[in-house]
Nanobody
Framework: QVQLVESGGGLVQAGGSMRLSCAAS????????MYWYRQAPGKQRELVAY???????NYADSVKGRFTISRDNAKNTVYLQMNSLKPEDTAVYYC?????????WGQGTQVTVSS
């Protein structure tokens, strides 16, 4: 059974930086794409970024040029480096992996950006 554990959230001022981590267990991590999503209060969960097994990345327009997704297959971990943070980036951030025919989510980590 796959388990995903996010960490690294907290409170930061606008313009600051933060790095989120998501550690995976129970799966062959290296062969699977990994995703970061976020959900702000009262809004739908949205895709922030993903990275394929070969390292190809893609980003939501709202975070392009500010966020960077990366992975360390030796550590079974995916990262989200967030720079130039804005108050509208405030949300619970989740990592996701698709396996066993379904989406598997972590518990989420809160990111709050103060103005």
């Amino acid at each position: 059974q796959v388990q995903l554990v996010e960490s690294g959230g907290g409170l930061v001022q606008a313009g600051g930086s933060m790095r989120l981590s998501c550690a995976a267990s129970g799966t062959i991590f290296s062969i699977r794409p990994m995703y970061w999503y976020r959900q702000a209060p009262g809004k739908q969960r949205e895709l922030v970024a993903y990275v394929t097994s070969s390292g190809i990345t893609n980003y939501a327009d709202s975070v392009k040029g500010r966020f960077t997704i990366s992975r360390d297959n030796a550590k079974n971990t995916v990262y989200l480096q967030m720079n130039s943070l804005k108050p509208e980036d405030t949300a619970v951030y989740y990592c996701k992996i698709f396996m066993d025919g379904r989406d598997n989510w972590g518990q989420g980590t809160q990111v709050t950006v103060s103005s």
